[in-house]
């Protein structure tokens, strides 16, 4: 699976963006799909994720009632939507996908995803 994440750019606080993330690969619905984000100086962190059946979604709580991930298996795509984006959520975004034997969670672990994709910029400014 290759994943190729687009739709990053310089926003103000408070501002929507969304992030798509297209998948290549016949398999794409047997994979659960993941959003991580990593600012300068941070660890990667746990954006969300979906199951690979759409039917159990998880976020962190720091983006929680704020960012919404979707996937149209139909066109190998999942989504993140991001509203009243805040400074703090300035990162690189990326995209992953995990194999569907893992345990969907709020907390899944990068060792859990075995596919990534090349990252895209957000930048919120204040």
């Known amino acids: 699976v290759q994943l190729q994440a687009s739709g990053g750019g310089l926003v103000q606080a408070g501002a929507s963006l969304d992030l798509s993330c297209a998948a290549s690969g016949p398999t794409f619905n047997k994979w659960h799909m993941g959003w991580f984000r990593k600012a300068p100086g941070k660890e990667r962190e746990f954006v969300g994720a979906?199951?690979?059946?759409?039917?159990?979604?998880f976020y962190a709580d720091s983006v929680k009632g704020r960012f919404t991930i979707s996937r149209d298996n139909a066109k190998n795509t999942v989504y993140l939507q991001m509203n009243s984006l805040k400074p703090e959520d300035t990162a690189v975004y990326y995209c992953?996908?995990?194999?569907?034997?893992?345990?969907?969670?709020?907390?899944?672990?990068?060792?859990?995803?075995?596919?990534w994709g090349q990252g895209t910029q957000v930048t919120v400014s204040s």
């Open positions: 979906q199951s690979w059946s759409g039917g159990s979604t």
């Open positions: 992953a996908a995990a194999n569907k034997l893992m345990v969907a969670s709020d907390n899944m672990s990068p060792r859990q995803f075995y596919y």
